[in-house]
């Protein structure tokens, strides 16, 4: 079947503008995850919810970034007011109940 | 806290060639590893995995990892490389959430 998907795959915005990153996970995978992977560094979490619950966000780097998942399936990250250091390329994961996660294309965000 | 050491960050061999990439984890109970590749532009592949059972793992592409508690690492290892495997490799230790090493970027020479 179909695998993660991510949109758009690459955003530019400007420094200050508001962003809104899609991801589509496997259907009926109940665990979805973002990450975030600057360049030349191994991803890092952000955020983790089952079903609509948003279960961990610790991993959020500041009160700029927010996701939702409100039915359970497709997520957003928002990031509110973009900085230069956000420009990284983020990454959805789904996952079922005890299998591995399975990783989407992900979306690189330039700001500039 | 849980994390995953990747001592190398470059490598570089010959078509051809063995490779082995070395992992060491931090974790305090029986992990959740694995072994990840990124190419260029691309996203995350998975290329094994080890939950519990034998600490010999076999993956895709002619890849296996071995886990060794006593050492707490998960070596990545190829009996020939090809060079399509020029890649950036991840190993990376599941608690819930991922938790990555910073990665080691594999270079193939002709």
């Known amino acids: 079947g179909a695998g993660v998907s991510q949109s758009p795959r690459y955003k530019v915005a400007k420094r200050g503008q508001d962003v809104a990153l899609r991801c589509d996970p496997i259907s009926g995978h109940v665990s979805l995850f973002w990450y975030q992977q600057a360049l030349g560094q191994g991803p890092e979490f952000l955020t983790y919810f089952q079903n609509e619950a948003q279960l961990d966000k610790s991993g959020l780097p500041s009160d700029r970034f927010f996701a939702e998942r409100p039915e359970g399936s497709v997520s957003t990250l928002k990031i509110q007011r973009t900085q230069q250091e956000d420009s990284a390329v983020y990454l959805c994961?789904?996952?079922?109940?005890?299998?591995?996660?399975?990783f989407g294309p992900g979306t690189r965000l330039t700001v500039l | 806290a849980q994390s995953v050491t990747q001592p190398d960050i470059h490598i570089t061999v010959s078509e051809g060639a063995s490779l082995e990439l070395r992992c060491n984890y931090s974790?305090?109970?029986?992990?959740?590893l694995f072994w990840y590749v990124q190419s260029p532009g691309q996203g995350l592949q998975l290329l094994l995995k080890?939950?519990?059972?034998?600490?010999l793992v076999q993956g895709i592409k002619g890849f296996e990892a071995e886990f060794k508690r006593s050492q707490s690492s998960f070596n990545l290892r190829k009996p020939s490389v090809h060079w399509s495997d020029a890649a950036e490799y991840f190993c990376a230790v599941r608690d819930d959430k991922i938790i990555f090493g910073k990665g080691t970027r594999l270079h193939i020479l002709p």
């Open positions: 974790y305090g109970a029986t992990p959740y």
């Open positions: 994961a789904s996952r079922s109940a005890v299998d591995t996660q399975y």
């Open positions: 080890y939950f519990s059972g034998d600490t």
